[in-house]
């Protein structure tokens, strides 16, 4: 009887290791963290492996672990392990690889079918040694996941990314170990599913919640500092937050330095710099905001504008923080009404025995000024030279000729009164020859 096209074609991590560390792929090795190990006695493996301590064997149609003796002769120096975009749908294939790998400090299975596929609580103590692990776009299930917390004992690190989470399980066995939480692209909105990893991972560092479309931060201080007490880093972009009130509610996380929100509804009707300044005003312990770090200028810049915002405002319509930064800075006069329109001047261009009395706008270049002059006084299109001749001190310095296209007037200290000279180019003798 014909085997299944599925069975011809499942892969076993032990062949697609042989195939791809062996000698005649790399004949000299791959440099540091190589060890060169000769197949075992009996091994379907034939020949000798250069392996790298950091395997890297993603998309590669793994379905099977393959001969567990194998794995253990060849994989004893293994640390990390990339496992992502395979075709794995059972945890006890992944066991029997891992038990195997005895120094394993980094496994990745993203992308690996594991829906519906379950981890018996007796089995996870195999992985007892992991520090970090990635299982983005698995959508294993919470009991997995919890069953994998409590058997690694130094997790520090887990990716539970698109994995279409709506909810937290709580687990009723903490990790206190994990230090870093990823759990962006997935469908977590309410803040009493959020407050479930302060339970179950009390000594987290980061949290980054990106993309989860989270409408609130609704805990008190008390509950915040118990909850969270030391984390430093949140990333909430393109939440939901809506209210300054949730900005506000973010300075109770005690230890709170670094935090991201990027595309939230609360700050899409104002300016990027109004936004920064206005956050950076409600949140006095954050050092770094939306990747940029926070100078005691740039702090004290987004206090006073603050202020300023606020000041025309009904009492009762301002935040908490103003009367704070009030007793600070004091009440700030508000800030000159300057002028930004172009500068312009008055000057007069000469052309043969023809003056025009014209205006510059002292911004442009000289280039521009050419163009300008071509239009407003039909010159000819052959070519011109430009000379600027200061009144005041003409009999002294004489013209001055505006040769470099490139430069702003301005930098020529051009006043009203000053003349502009246009003088045709010369062609040469060799182009005149021509004609």
């Known amino acids: 009887m014909d085997q299944s096209s599925d069975e011809v074609e499942a892969r076993t991590f032990v062949e697609v290791l042989s195939d791809k560390y062996n000698t005649e792929n790399f004949p000299y090795g791959q440099g540091l963290g190589v060890v060169v190990l000769p197949s075992p006695p009996g091994s379907p493996v034939k020949g000798r492996l250069f392996l790298p301590n950091v395997l890297v064997l993603n998309d590669c149609g793994i ?32 066991c029997a690889i891992v038990s195997n790998v005895p120094r394993l400090d980094f496994l990745n299975l993203s992308m690996n079918p594991l829906c519906g596929a379950t981890l018996e609580p ?71 599913e959020v407050r479930k990893f302060g339970l179950m991972y009390p000594g987290l560092n980061e949290l980054v919640l990106a993309n989860n479309g989270v409408e609130c931060v609704d805990e008190t201080r008390e509950t915040l500092q118990r909850l969270f007490p030391n984390l430093r880093c ?24 670094e935090l991201k929100v990027m595309g939230i509804p609360l700050l899409k009707p104002y300016a990027t710099q109004e936004r920064r300044s206005l956050l950076l005003a409600q949140l006095p312990n954050i050092l770094v905001l939306n990747g940029g770090a926070v100078s005691d200028n740039d702090r004290e810049a987004a ?5 300023r915002y606020y000041q025309d405002c009904a009492e009762q319509e301002r935040p908490h923080r103003y009367s704070e930064l009030v007793s600070k800075y004091g009440q700030l006069a508000p800030l000159a009404d300057v002028d930004l329109s172009p500068r312009c001047t008055i000057v ?17 270049t000289v280039t521009d000024l050419k163009k300008q002059l071509r239009a407003l006084l039909q010159l000819p299109s052959n070519g011109i030279r430009l000379f600027y001749i200061n009144r005041e001190m003409c009999s002294v310095v ?28 010369v062609k040469s003798r060799a182009n005149s020859s021509h004609l």
């Open 234 to 257: 949140i990333n909430l972009n393109n939440s939901g937050l809506s209210k300054w009130g949730d900005i506000e509610s973010l300075n109770f996380f005690p230890k709170l330095q």
């Open 63 to 94: 379905k099977k672990a393959g001969d567990r003796s194998n794995i253990a002769a060849f994989c004893a120096h293994v640390v990390e392990l990339d496992l992502s975009y395979n075709e794995i749908h059972d945890w006890a294939e992944i």
């Open 303 to 307: 206090e006073r504008f603050f202020i």
């Open 398 to 425: 004489g013209p001055e000729e505006l040769k470099c296209g490139f430069r702003a007037l301005h930098s020529y200290s051009i006043r009203d009164g000053d003349e502009i000279l246009v003088v045709p180019k």
């Open 348 to 364: 007069e261009v000469r052309w043969g025995d023809r003056v025009e009395a014209i205006s510059l706008r002292l911004e442009q």
């Open 122 to 192: 007796c089995m996870a103590n195999v992985f007892a040694r992991l520090r970090r692990l990635v299982l983005i776009n698995t959508q294993v299930s919470w009991d997995t996941v919890h069953a994998l917390t409590q058997n690694t004992s130094e997790l520090v690190e887990l990716f539970l990314c698109l994995n279409e989470y709506r909810t937290v399980s709580q687990s009723s066995t903490s990790c206190p170990s994990l230090r870093l939480l990823q759990i962006t692209d997935n469908h977590l909105r309410d803040w009493t």
